[in-house]
C-alpha cells in the first residue's frame, strides 16, 4: 500500500496545473495503490467550454504533474483512461518497486503559472525552441508557431474576431464576472478563480468590479487591450489534435504542461490567447486558413520575455479528496 503522505505530496502537486478561469475542475479519489482523477462538472464553463474539451484539458495538465511527483517520489505509474459512459476517469497505479525515470521539471511545478501581463518582443531563442517543444509533437498532439511579425499580425485578426465574439455575448460575460475573484480576500475564501491581481488589475471589490465590467468593458475596449498583448509577444503556439475526443483533450494537457514547466525553467512567461479556439465558428476558420487538415486546434497561447505577476490561489487539498 503506498503511503498516505505521499499520495497527498503527488495531489498538491496536481493542484498547482492549469485550469481554464481557474475553476480547478478535479476531484481525486485515493485507493490502495493507485490515485484516480475525477471530472468535477460542477465547476465546468457551460458557455466557453461547451462541450468540456478545455475541462479535460485541465486534468491532463494535472495528470502530468502527478506523473512528475510520483516519479520524484521513486513511484512507478501505469496509467489507465476509464470510460464510465458519462465521463472519463484518469487512474493512476503507483508501483514502488518499479524502475523510475526522473525528470528536472520537479521543482518548476510551483513555479509556474499563466502571466497575463505584456511580454518583451524579444525573440526567444531558436536552441531553446527546440528544447521547449521537443517531444511535444507526436500521434496526439501537434503544434503550430507563430513568430514572425507577419505571421502574428495575420493570426491576430482571428484572435480580436474571437475576442468580439464572446465580449458581445452577454452569457460569457456573465459567465467570466462569476469566476473573477475582485479582491484578495475574496480570492483566498474561494481559493479558485482569476484573482485580478494575477492578471495585472487592481483589487475593487466584487461590487465595484462587476458594475465595472457591466458597463465600461466592451468588445471595443478588449480589443484595444488584446491588440496591445499581441503586439507585445515574442510568439504563439497553436496546439491542436489529431481526433477531437475525450483521450486526445487529456494528451494534449499533459503536453501543454510540460511546455509550461519547461518555459518556466527558460524564465518564458505564457498566457492563454484561446478565443479563437473558442469559437466554433473563428476555429473552422483556422482549420481552412492554415491548411490543418483534420487536425483540430483547442488551444492557443501566447509566449515571451516579462516580470511574474501575484500566483493564483489553489483550494484546500481536503477540498478536492474523495473521501468514503
Not at 525528470?103 to 509556474?112: A, P, S, V, W, Y
Not at 507563430?146 to 474576431?161: C, N
Not at 524564465?267 to 466554433?280: D, G
Amino acid at each position: 500500500m503506498i503511503e498516505e503522505s505521499f499520495t497527498w505530496q503527488i495531489i498538491k502537486c496536481a493542484l498547482k496545473a492549469p485550469s481554464g478561469h481557474n475553476t480547478q475542475p478535479w476531484k481525486f479519489k485515493i485507493d490502495e495503490n493507485s490515485i484516480s482523477i475525477l471530472p468535477d462538472f460542477t465547476r465546468a464553463l457551460s458557455v466557453v467550454d461547451n462541450d468540456n474539451h478545455s475541462l479535460y484539458i485541465s486534468l491532463g495538465c494535472a495528470l502530468e504533474n502527478m506523473l512528475i511527483a510520483a516519479s520524484h517520489y521513486n513511484y512507478g505509474t501505469k496509467v489507465e483512461m476509464i470510460n464510465n459512459g458519462n465521463n472519463v476517469i484518469i487512474r493512476i497505479n503507483l508501483n514502488e518497486n518499479a524502475k523510475v525515470t526522473k525528470t528536472d521539471l520537479f521543482d518548476l511545478i510551483g513555479k509556474r503559472q499563466v502571466t497575463r501581463n505584456e511580454y518583451s518582443i524579444r525573440k526567444v531563442p531558436k536552441e531553446d525552441l527546440d528544447e521547449l517543444f521537443e517531444n511535444i509533437s507526436n500521434e496526439w498532439v501537434k503544434v503550430k508557431l507563430f513568430q514572425s511579425e507577419t505571421e502574428i499580425e495575420h493570426l491576430s485578426h482571428y484572435i480580436i474576431e474571437g475576442v468580439n465574439l464572446q465580449f458581445n455575448n452577454k452569457s460569457y460575460l456573465n459567465e467570466l464576472i462569476d469566476w473573477i475573484r475582485f479582491s484578495e480576500k475574496e480570492a483566498m475564501q474561494k481559493g479558485d478563480g482569476l484573482w485580478t491581481a494575477s492578471m495585472g488589475f487592481p483589487d475593487l471589490g466584487r461590487f465595484a468590479g462587476s458594475l465595472l465590467m457591466k458597463n465600461f468593458i466592451t468588445a471595443k475596449s478588449e480589443t484595444k487591450r488584446w491588440e496591445k498583448l499581441i503586439h507585445n509577444s515574442a510568439g504563439f503556439a497553436l496546439f491542436m489534435v489529431e481526433k477531437n475526443d475525450t483521450e486526445h483533450w487529456i494528451k494534449l494537457g499533459q503536453a501543454f504542461q510540460r511546455f509550461g514547466l519547461k518555459s518556466t525553467r527558460m524564465n518564458l512567461r505564457h498566457s492563454h490567447a484561446n478565443m479563437p479556439c473558442e469559437e466554433s465558428f473563428v476555429r473552422e476558420k483556422l482549420v481552412h486558413e492554415y491548411q490543418l487538415n483534420n487536425l483540430v486546434p483547442l488551444l492557443l497561447i501566447r509566449f515571451g520575455y516579462s516580470t511574474h505577476l501575484p500566483y493564483s490561489y489553489r483550494r484546500d487539498i481536503n477540498d478536492v479528496i474523495i473521501k468514503e
